[in-house]
T-cell receptor, first 115, second 111 residues
């Protein structure tokens, strides 16, 4: 167990709807990264939050947005859902270290199905 | 060219054998490398990281890094059926040091 939690575990939505996914980081970690993993692929970076600010963003459209709260928990919001948004959404928490050795620990993920 | 490449497999080895998983990366400036294990339907679990050339051992797992050739490998000794999973290689990149993953290698250990 990494201490990173995510909710909900599974979610079914229809095209055009909006969804909010939640993540609680491991104790002491101030950085949360979100990834999307399609079936048979490696996770793809969506964005990262560090101390409540967006710290980097991958190649995802603006309808993917997020928040980080003072307790370092985080939300991922997706508007206008498309069928291709069906995936496993992973949250990872970390504590920045020198020379890029900070380790990201993943939560159990949220399986989103868009019909 | 993909930034991180892995053979997708599937790779099958008999129980007790050594499983060898390979990963190549394109960014010569990469400093650290991570191996994650992902069971079907579960999230990635960190196995080990390496940032110095050479070998790093942790139990039955050995990570090998060769920066000149831009590859990193993972050896699993005395493979067990419980090692059957997809193994993901990941390299930090970008301003956020986000992880760029390969597509993973599916390993099956046959009893």
């Amino acid at each position: 167990e990494t201490g990173v939690t995510q909710s909900p575990t599974h979610l079914i939505k229809t095209r055009g709807q909006q969804v909010t996914l939640r993540c609680s980081s491991q104790s002491g970690h101030n950085t949360v990264s979100w990834y999307q993993q399609a079936l048979g692929q490696g996770p793809q970076f969506i964005f990262q939050y560090y101390r409540e600010e967006e710290n980097g963003r991958g190649n995802f459209p603006p309808r993917f947005s997020g928040l980080q709260f003072p307790n370092y928990s985080s939300e991922l919001n997706v508007n206008a859902l498309e069928l291709d948004d069906s995936a496993l959404y992973l949250c990872a928490s970390s504590l920045p270290q020198l020379a890029g050795t900070d380790t990201q620990y993943f939560g159990p993920g949220t399986r989103l199905t868009v019909l | 060219q993909k930034e991180v490449e892995q053979n997708s497999g599937p790779l099958s080895v008999p129980e007790g054998a050594i499983a060898s998983l390979n990963c190549t990366y394109s960014d010569r400036g990469s400093q650290s490398f991570f191996w994650y294990r992902q069971y079907s339907g579960k999230s990635p679990e960190l196995i080990m990281f390496i940032y110095s050339n050479g070998d790093k051992e942790d139990g039955r797992f050995t990570a090998q890094l060769n920066k000149a050739s831009q590859y990193v490998s993972l050896l699993i000794r005395d493979s067990q059926p419980s090692d059957s999973a997809t193994y993901l290689c990941a390299v930090p990149s970008g301003s956020a040091r986000q992880l760029t993953f390969g597509s993973g290698t599916q390993l099956t250990v046959l009893p």
